[in-house]
């Protein structure tokens, strides 16, 4: 009977926790005009730059995105939705990289937010 028991609430755990998150990465359409993807993105490339100069991945000047190569997203259900951006950065002087910006919206209309990753792709 405790094995039963046992088997039951594993399963019930399984299937609880595969239900909080609905899948991985899809990839959306960048929209410019859209104030809220540019609102992540903005956010996430302010936040992730002073950590790449950081940490000697990125010279450290004023550094600022020039073209959205991809978007994707992932939902993570009553917990918020994770938007994976792959741009292209260009400092002050004129170098370039290519950066992977991770930004987790937590509250609903997304105006909280936090870096979750970030890394430099190409330099």
């Known amino acids: 009977?405790?094995?039963?028991?046992?088997?039951?609430?594993?399963?019930a755990f399984c299937g609880f926790t595969s239900?909080?998150?609905?899948?991985?990465?899809?990839?959306?359409?960048?929209d410019a005009n859209n104030q809220t993807l540019v609102s992540l993105l903005n956010f996430g490339?302010?936040?992730a730059v002073p950590q790449a100069i950081a940490a000697k991945q990125l010279a450290d000047e004023n550094w600022g995105y020039t073209d959205v190569i991809s978007v994707e997203v992932q939902m993570i259900v009553d917990d918020g939705t994770?938007?994976?951006?792959?741009?292209?950065?260009?400092d002050d002087s004129g170098d370039t990289a290519r950066m992977d910006v991770i930004v987790f919206g937590i509250t609903p209309d997304?105006?909280?937010?936090?870096?979750?990753?970030?890394?430099?792709?190409?330099?």
């Open 45 to 47: 490339v302010q936040s």
């Open 82 to 90: 994770f938007f994976d951006f792959v741009v292209d950065i260009v």
């Open 110 to 123: 997304y105006s909280a937010m936090s870096l979750d990753n970030w890394s430099i792709i190409q330099a």
């Open 19 to 30: 239900a909080q998150q609905s899948g991985d990465y899809t990839p959306i359409q960048w």
């Open 1 to 11: 009977m405790k094995f039963l028991i046992a088997t039951v609430l594993v399963l």
